[in-house]
């Protein structure tokens, strides 16, 4: 692989900024460097490089921190060079001992920062604006490279990112990022290339190769993650048993939620494998479940009261007549005979046991299908894990609280997952062997609930049924 | 690109797809992909798009010569059963058109065009009128084939032991094949095939026959009547004027029919059968194969399937390490001395604060009881500091640092250099201690070890919080600076 002709770029800051952090959170792994909350972790100049389809386009370096800038600037002046060219005395300084060792780690900085286009310049939005830090600027100003601010923790109460910009304005530095490596915002990421990219004009369309190719991998995550809770939607709605009058109807609601619930685990744990790489970032995101699994049962009443699902009618009670017309029709029409068979079953189910007992005598058996209250569970904690996974936890919570959808992410979703339920063709919980769910089905259902995970702004106006 | 690309992106042959198809079901029902390193390398090796890398690592995994043997057997048996098919038809195809013909003298025209055609052309217009419903069956028709294919692999197989991989990738492949509209249109297009090898060698027989031998020909009829047979006559001839054949509005339908006439109304049966049997199969045969190779074009094509999706940071790596490229000096660093002890050489104390932007100063300084020297802030300050302290005779010297900051070499070095110019005992207050321990127990507990050892290095005799908000007096000073 060819990495000279990536932009090469030093992460350099002060003591305990979060450089490496930064740096876990660009790369998103865990595993790179060493970070604690205190002065000096980082010792070395460790670099990652940034792949957009196999090809590295940026090279990051972590260096150590700047701990003694006002020292080393006081030292500079005594190193001998000329004064009108600053980056002249910094390589002179560069060759000597570095006072004895005693800026041992300030010139590994500044020797990464001459080898490096341009330098990130991690702040600590918490910290107020010392005269080191001006110190720092100064020096690094020295190297003739462009520097970025990238303001950290700008989430915390602590942080004040304006007194930083005006004071960093003064310094001439007026292109700013600010990043945040405990609350990952992605959009944060496009800042700080985009800005790289303001800074390093020849290198511009890099860097916006680079983000297209982040952003591609981010909806074809979301876009698989969504398929994957649409998956299991549209399997679910269609899930049907058949249970001969007389049978053990208890037995075979057992059996079929147990199948709803295995269903739901897969989901689960594909989504966690699909996003392994943001669960091993530095500080991943907090889900809600328990040891990879969901506290309540998707049947429990409390699921649906947390979710706001109404529940209680005699439809949802879970038994739903079916006809048996299917068996005549030999599964060609199989579709439209349990579009009839629901409408009829509910019918039945409303008109009380005796109305069930008829049918059922009319027909010999009836179906076991999962009711809209427990497909508005799936629907809504899959969508929560997956905002999580995403790290738009806050957003969930308040559209929980305010989305007249009761339980579901968004009306669309909900009107396409109760579709689904007239087409048991369509569940491969039904046959498990068959490949049968249909691409125009799934997709429209990944892309509504994908588009809800955005706040889904319809979710308000638009009230939808659940009984 | 310095990556090199085997083939643009989107030109993976379908024998690449469906193997890729194969892996991603058998690892799908597995639950997830397995760990397989050296695939995986070989896949980012190859290079290319996701796809290309994905059909790489199908190829490389250990099961891949199993599974390609299993397809290349579907094919063979396949083709074979095809071919055995488009042979039967044709035979079928002779068999009806010299039975007919050869049944008896004359030979009856509607009666030849009945069986030739009428059979062919009914059934197709069957097949049409089911086609918006077929969808509905396509899943079926593949769990179908599915269990034949096994019965005929259990019954053709018994003396020799298929691998059970391969057995169930064949069985994937069907599914695959068979399940969607493409093995409706698969299944159609071998139809028509058939039809057309029943068409095309009914009328080869025809021409071979009609050319040999002399037949007589007739429109005969027992139930109609003459004017509804010349009639049918002249509608049959709709498709056979196409082609140019002469009808029934020149020839005669009814009687003997002359030499002349039997050889028209044979090249009119000829064209009869190019357009009613043959052309027709023709067409829906090639619209079968365009539709199937649409439907066969789609396969493998959805990257974003749970089993493809997992594997995308495997195989599409977003980083890569460069490894350390400027490692630790080895330089020891001198070993620090410990600062010894020192006497009082007056009384007082005297404050200087650590890590203060100068608005927070001030606000410490109102705060402060004894007397403020300034914060060490900058080269130019720290300069100042030290001189007044060389020159000040005090019992004690106060580092008022604020929690929160991170203590650093700057900071240990300026707090050494000050004790050493006012050569009197020292201890460090982390003021706006609060505003630490909102940042959580932990951080708090982290940064007052780190605190602690800083005073430790620099000769400090001890470290006291205090929290400078509204409850916040400072907590150990006492008359002499500090209480014990």
């Not at chain 1, 940026?58 to 020292?71: F, I, K, M, R």
């Not at chain 1, 702040?123 to 010392?130: C, G, N, Q, S, W």
């Not at chain 2, 003021?431 to 932990?442: P, V």
């Amino acid at each position: 692989m060819n990495r000279s002709d990536a932009l090469s770029l030093a992460v350099v800051g002060h003591t305990n900024t979060g450089k490496t952090s930064l740096l876990r959170t660009l790369t998103r792994d865990s595993r790179f460097g060493e970070v604690s909350d205190r002065a000096a972790t980082t010792r070395d100049v460790q670099g990652a490089a940034l792949l957009a389809n196999g090809k590295a386009l940026v090279a990051l370096y972590d260096t150590p921190g700047l701990e003694d800038a006002s020292a080393l600037s006081d030292f500079l002046d005594t190193v001998p060079g000329p004064h009108a060219d600053p980056v002249a005395r910094i390589e002179a300084f560069l060759a000597g001992d570095h006072d004895q060792g005693r800026f041992e780690q300030e010139a590994k900085v500044l020797r990464q920062l001459l080898r490096s286009e341009a330098a990130l310049y991690v702040i600590d939005a918490r910290e107020p604006v010392l005269a080191k830090h001006r110190d720092e600027l100064r020096v690094l100003a020295e190297c003739g490279r462009p520097l970025l601010p990238v303001l950290n923790f700008t989430a915390s109460v602590d942080a004040d990112p304006e007194q930083w910009r005006s004071q960093l304005a003064r310094m001439g530095l007026h292109v700013i990022a600010s990043f945040d490596t405990v609350l990952f915002d992605f959009e944060a990421e496009h800042e700080i290339f985009e800005k790289l990219g303001v800074l390093l004009e020849s290198r511009r369309s890099q860097l916006e190769r680079l983000s297209a190719s982040r952003d591609e991998d981010r909806n074809a995550l979301i876009l698989a993650a969504s398929r994957s809770v649409a998956e299991l939607l549209v399997n679910v709605a269609g899930l049907r048993l058949s249970v001969p009058s007389g049978g053990d109807e208890p037995a075979a609601r057992a059996r079929l939620q147990e199948r709803v619930r295995a269903a739901e685990q897969t989901c689960v744990d594909t989504l966690l494998g699909l996003f392994r790489f943001e669960l091993s970032a530095y500080e991943p995101p907090q889900l809600p479940l328990q040891q990879g699994r969901w506290q309540l049962d998707p049947f429990d009443p409390e699921a649906m009261r947390i979710l706001g699902v109404r529940t209680g009618s005699a439809a949802a009670a879970g038994g739903m007549a079916g006809l048996t017309v299917d068996a005549f029709t030999g599964g060609l029409s199989l579709g439209a005979a349990a579009l009839i068979g629901a409408g009829l079953g509910a019918v039945w189910g409303a008109s009380g046991p005796l109305g069930r007992e008829i049918s059922d005598r009319l027909r010999g058996h009836h179906w076991l299908v999962i009711e809209a209250g427990t497909l508005a569970v799936l629907a809504g904690r899959q969508t929560q894990l997956l905002r999580a996974l995403l790290r738009r936890g806050h957003a969930a919570q308040e559209q929980l609280r305010t989305g007249s959808a009761a339980g579901w992410p968004s009306p669309t979703v909900a009107r396409q997952v109760l579709r689904a339920r007239a087409h048991p063709e369509w569940s491969a919980l039904n046959n498990a062997a068959e490949e049968a769910l249909p691409d125009a089905v799934l997709r429209p259902l990944a892309l509504a609930i994908a588009q809800a995970l955005d706040g889904g702004a319809e979710a308000a106006s638009e009230p939808v049924g659940i009984q | 690109m310095s990556v090199p690309s085997t083939a643009p992106p989107g030109t993976l042959r379908l024998g690449d797809r469906l193997l890729m198809e194969l892996v991603r079901l058998r690892e799908e029902s597995a639950g997830h992909p397995p760990h397989t390193p050296d695939a995986d390398a070989r896949a980012i090796a190859a290079g290319g798009d996701f796809a290309q890398r994905l059909a790489a690592r199908a190829q490389a995994l250990p099961e891949s010569d199993a599974r390609l043997r299993a397809l290349r057997h579907l094919r063979r048996s396949a083709l074979a059963l095809v071919g055995i098919v488009l042979t039967f038809s044709g035979i079928a195809g002779i068999a009806a058109a010299s039975t007919t013909l050869g049944s008896r003298q004359p030979v009856s025209l509607p009666l030849l065009v009945c069986v030739l055609v009428g059979f062919n052309l009914l059934s197709l217009l069957l097949w049409l009128a089911i086609q918006p419903w077929s969808s509905r069956a396509a899943p079926g028709l593949g769990r179908l084939i599915r269990q034949l294919w096994t019965r005929w692999e259990r019954h053709a197989l018994a003396s020799s032991k298929p691998t059970e991989p391969a057995d169930s990738s064949a069985l994937d492949a069907i599914r695959l094949l068979a399940g969607g509209s493409s093995g409706r249109w698969l299944l159609g297009a071998v139809v028509h095939a058939a039809w057309l090898a029943f068409s095309l060698c009914a009328l080869l027989t025809l021409a071979v026959l009609l050319s040999v031998r002399a037949y007589e020909l007739a429109w005969e009829t027992t139930l109609l009547s003459p004017q509804a047979l010349a009639q049918w006559a002249r509608w049959m001839s709709l498709g056979p004027a196409l082609l140019g054949a002469t009808g029934p509005e020149t020839l005669p339908v009814d009687g003997a029919l002359d030499s002349g006439a039997r050889e028209a109304w044979a090249i009119w049966l000829l064209a009869a059968l190019v357009v009613y049997g043959v052309l027709p199969r023709l067409l829906a045969l090639l619209a079968c194969v365009a539709l199937a190779m649409r439907a066969l074009s789609n396969i493998g094509r959805d990257l974003t399937r749970p089993g493809y999706a997992r594997l995308r940071t495997r195989l599409l790596p977003d980083h890569a390490g460069l490894g350390v490229v400027d490692p630790v000096s080895e330089r020891p660093s001198a070993p620090r001395q410990r600062v010894p002890r020192r006497a009082a050489r007056g009384r007082g104390r005297l404050a200087l604060g650590l890590e203060w932007a100068p608005d927070e100063a001030d606000a410490i300084e109102s705060q402060w009881q004894c007397h403020w020297l300034g914060v060490a802030d900058g080269a130019e300050q720290r300069r100042q500091l030290l001189d007044q302290l060389a020159q000040a005779r005090t019992g004690r010297l106060i580092f008022v640092a604020r929690a929160t900051a991170t203590p650093d070499r700057g900071n240990e070095r300026f707090a050494v250099e000050a004790i050493d110019a006012a050569q009197v005992p020292a201890i460090l207050v982390l003021a706006a201690f609060e505003r630490l321990q909102a940042r959580g127990n932990e951080a708090t507990q982290r940064r007052l070890d780190e605190w602690q050892a800083f005073a430790t290095r620099a000769g400090m005799d001890r470290v006291l919080p205090w929290c400078t908000d509204a409850t916040g007096a400072l907590p150990a000073l006492s008359e002499d600076g500090i209480r014990a």
